[in-house]
């Protein structure tokens, strides 16, 4: 892979990780932990559903979310945790619910290197063969928004 497909798959692969790993986490949606050799679920894991985790994966996951989450926590005041959790309790997105805490740049900063660690870290968790699944996947996703984006123009 050419050091540029891996720059983009790597920062796809945040994206995702962000998604799933952090802002659910903050809205308390704690679901249950997969089953052993259960498929991580899209609600927990975004692009990663359907991805096999053996039960040391899920286990080290689990782990880098609860502490990204505990990290992330953190960084936000006591007043934009219950903005978030309000927000997304009430069905609004995720993306808009981020969007209303009005981050400070410094606090956009420290959630964006919570993320950079927490994408790497869950990177060294996955073997090749699942991070080929999710860039295929990422692939996908990516026609499909072209599609759609070139529909609804």
Same mark, same amino acid.
Request: charged fraction near 20%; glycine fraction near 6%.
């Given at each position: ?39 991580? =679920?899209?609600? &927990?894991? *975004?692009?990663? !559903?359907?991805?096999? /985790? +053996?039960?040391? %994966?899920?286990? $080290?996951?689990? @782990? #880098? ?15 934009q945790r219950q903005q978030w959790q309000a927000a997304t309790q009430? =069905?609004?997105? &995720?993306? *808009?619910?981020? !969007?209303?805490?009005? /981050? +400070?740049?410094? %606090?956009?900063? $420290?959630?964006? @290197? #919570? ?39």
């Amino acid at each position: 892979m050419s050091q540029s497909k891996k720059v983009k798959f790597m920062s796809l692969l945040a994206g995702v990780v962000a998604l799933s790993t952090v802002f659910a986490p903050l809205a308390n949606a704690q679901p249950a932990a997969p089953q052993v050799g259960q498929r991580a =679920g899209a609600g &927990r894991m *975004g692009k990663m !559903a359907g991805i096999e /985790l +053996s039960a040391e %994966q899920q286990a $080290q996951m689990e @782990q #880098i979310r609860n502490e990204t989450r505990t990290q992330i926590e953190a960084v936000l005041t006591p007043e934009q945790r219950q903005q978030w959790q309000a927000a997304t309790q009430n =069905g609004q997105r &995720r993306r *808009g619910a981020t !969007a209303s805490l009005n /981050l +400070s740049e410094a %606090q956009r900063t $420290q959630i964006r @290197q #919570i993320m950079q660690s927490s994408k790497e870290r869950v990177t060294a968790v996955l073997t090749p063969e699942q991070r080929q699944q999710i860039e295929q996947r990422m692939q996908q996703w990516r026609q499909q928004r072209q599609q759609r984006n070139q529909t609804n123009n």
